[in-house]
Every structure is written in structure tokens, then in C-alpha cells.
């Protein structure tokens, strides 16, 4: 079955860096467009960036030019690597493939 597994999350200062992954399995990884979005307490879930299968990159604009996206099919896993982080950025991510299956989410908290 379709699974996917976030990790990397944790507390950073402002101004630091975190790489997310999304280890996924049980599909051709290669095939899909994969994405991340992010949920803020009290908030609705938001996107946060995408890569399809052909690796065109795309991003929310609250985090273009901080945070990057990328895929490595021999590993089957996606990555978030997010620098410059702000308070604004803490939210639980998500990592999703296509519009059908979504992770159980990692914490990221940005604070001093």
C-alpha cells in the first residue's frame, strides 16, 4: 500500500535550517508529482512547494528563494530543504503525492 513517511522535523532558531524527507513506497515514486504543505495551529492546510515527475519546481511565495524542493527516485524520497526559517514557517509539513495520499506530517517550531 501507498505510504508516506516525514521526518526531519524538530526546533530552530530563527535564521537556521531543517531538511525535511518524505520516504515514500509502495508506488513508482518516478511516475508522480510530489508536493509539500504545511498547517499552522488554527490555520488551513497551505501549499508549500512541489516538484513533478520531470523535477519542474514549483513554489508558494512565501517561501520562494528560502526553501527548496527535490526528489531522488533511486531513494524514493522527497526533500524540503527550508533555510532562513522564520517564526511564521512553524506548522506541522506534509508531505503529499499527487491529490490522493498524505503523510502523517512532521513538526517543524521556530523559535529563540
Known amino acids: 500500500q501507498v505510504q508516506l513517511v516525514e521526518s526531519g522535523g524538530g526546533l530552530v532558531q530563527p535564521g537556521g535550517s531543517l531538511r525535511l524527507s518524505c520516504a515514500a513506497s509502495?508506488?513508482?515514486?518516478?511516475?508522480?508529482?510530489m508536493n509539500w504543505y504545511r498547517q499552522a495551529p488554527g490555520k488551513e492546510r497551505e501549499f508549500v512547494a512541489a516538484?513533478?515527475?520531470?523535477?519542474?519546481?514549483h513554489y508558494a511565495d512565501s517561501v520562494k528563494g528560502r526553501f527548496t524542493i527535490s526528489r531522488d527516485n533511486a531513494k524514493n524520497t522527497v526533500y524540503l530543504q527550508m533555510n532562513s526559517l522564520k517564526p511564521e514557517d512553524t506548522a506541522v509539513y506534509f508531505c503529499?503525492?499527487?491529490?490522493?495520499?498524505w503523510g502523517q506530517g512532521t513538526q517543524v517550531t521556530v523559535s529563540s
Open positions: 516538484i513533478t515527475w520531470s523535477h519542474s519546481t
Open positions: 503529499l503525492r499527487g491529490r490522493d495520499y
Open positions: 509502495g508506488f513508482t515514486f518516478s511516475s508522480y508529482n
